[in-house]
């Protein structure tokens, strides 16, 4: 079996904390014993570029049970645990193709190793599979039945493809589902991303002025969590009604250039670049700390900062210190890489359980519709969402109560008023 991963020998550490990982992902659990006995995925080569973590693990044996061949690459060269990589290929025989710092060329021949598997489901977190295999290696096409996409940064990549007419093969949008993304976008990003701040630089959140640039999903989880931990919370933003609502959550609004001269910490979320630039640094405090949750390591210009400053080189593990001329210093958190998966371990595997299973289950649904589907992006179907979130509460022993007919009838009528 082809693989390339850091050591083999860490694979009883990633089977303890696969194990751990395992027991907050009931959902997952439920949807893998059903794949077991009914094989759904038979047949299929299943190719996945995500961050190769514990939960993901637990995605890929679930997929595994379900009948298909999988292999597996990073979506982000930071973000692999070594240890899971070397569980995967020793206790499961999957090949996966990732090692923790490894560099663009060795990501893409990673990509490359796993579109070798000739899969015909694609399984992707950023789109970098779907879009290699369009602008690359177009020969696989004609038996991939469709695959699916795990993040927003990815989605909008991909309906960008539609749009213009490029897309060839049907994508199902896992993070427009309502368990995925009012879960994990909001409080998963939430939570390891102030994990990620505080493992990289143990600071006192309290009384800090924190700036989260964007205000999705993702953002407002920071923001919450922010004020949570005693932080004053300035939003920036370009979205009319989503500032609005950041406003109204409580949070002081203003312009990047303004917020730029107060903020002690600084962290963008927006899945667009160059929202921290050259012009923003200059106006930044002696001491400032920036970070990056966004999906790729676009939203910090730090090849401006680079400009005009000296880097003063590594002062602790994932922070890098930039000194101005004037000599303040401004300090970047796990290279501008998003920092809940560089200095911390990604989400919580109970939110993750969400997500992945909509990911098995999108799978499931694509073979399912085979060749009936268009070229275009679809949202997971609302049964799935829906029977996800159902099985999400009764894991967590919540009962819920049910319409009466009468309740029913009253919904579906319009007769009755005042
Ligand atoms: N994306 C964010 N957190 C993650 C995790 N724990 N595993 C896989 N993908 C993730």
Request: aromatic residues 6%; charged residues 25%.
């Amino acid at each position: 079996m082809d693989f390339d991963i850091k050591d083999i020998s860490l694979a009883d550490k990633g089977k303890k904390s696969v194990d751990w990982a395992n027991k907050s992902m009931p959902v997952l659990n439920m949807i893998k014993k059903r794949f077991e006995d009914e094989k759904p995925l038979k047949g299929m080569r299943l190719g996945a570029c995500l961050h190769v973590t514990t939960e993901t693990a637990s995605l890929m044996e679930t997929l595994k049970a379900g009948g298909a061949t999988v292999s597996l690459c990073a979506s982000n060269p930071l973000s692999t645990q070594d240890y899971v990589a070397a569980y995967l290929v020793k206790y499961h025989e999957i090949p996966v193709f990732a090692i923790n710092g490894e560099d663009t060329d060795t990501y893409y021949s990673h990509i490359n190793s796993v579109l070798d598997t000739r899969p015909t489901l694609t399984m992707d977190d950023g789109a970098d599979l779907v879009s290699t295999i369009h602008s690359g290696r177009q020969e696989l096409i004609e038996e991939i039945v469709g695959g699916t996409e795990e993040t927003t940064t990815g989605v909008i990549r991909l309906r960008a493809m539609a749009q213009d007419g490029v897309l060839r093969f049907p994508l199902v949008a896992v993070n427009d589902a309502n368990t995925k993304h009012m879960f994990d976008n909001r409080y998963g990003t939430g939570q390891s991303t102030m994990d990620g701040i505080i493992r990289a630089t143990n600071r006192l959140i309290a009384g800090s002025i924190f700036v989260v640039c964007g205000y999705g999903w993702c953002s407002k989880g920071l923001a919450m969590r922010a004020s949570g931990l005693g932080a004053n919370v300035v939003v920036t933003e370009v979205n009319p009604l989503r500032a609005l609502e950041a406003v109204m959550d409580g949070y002081r609004v203003m312009l990047i250039s303004e917020a730029a001269e107060i903020g002690d910490f600084f962290c963008t979320l927006t899945g667009d670049m160059n929202v921290i630039r050259k012009e923003h640094f200059l106006k930044m405090k002696d001491g400032a700390i920036v970070a990056n949750s966004g999906h790729f390591n676009v939203e910090l210009d730090i090849d401006g900062l680079k400009e005009i400053s000296a880097h003063t080189g590594r002062i602790r593990d994932f922070i890098d210190g930039y000194k101005l001329e004037d000599g303040r210093c401004i300090y970047i958190l796990g290279e501008g890489r998003l920092v809940n998966l560089a200095a911390a371990e990604g989400h919580p595997s109970s939110v993750m359980d969400m997500s992945f299973a909509n990911q098995a289950l999108s799978a499931e649904y694509l073979i399912k519709m085979g060749k009936s589907l268009e070229n275009i992006v679809y949202g997971v179907p609302e049964d799935i969402d829906n029977d996800i979130a159902r099985l999400k509460l009764e894991s967590m022993g919540i009962k819920i109560d049910t319409l009466t007919p009468e309740q029913e009838k009253y919904l579906n009528s319009w007769e009755m008023g005042t």
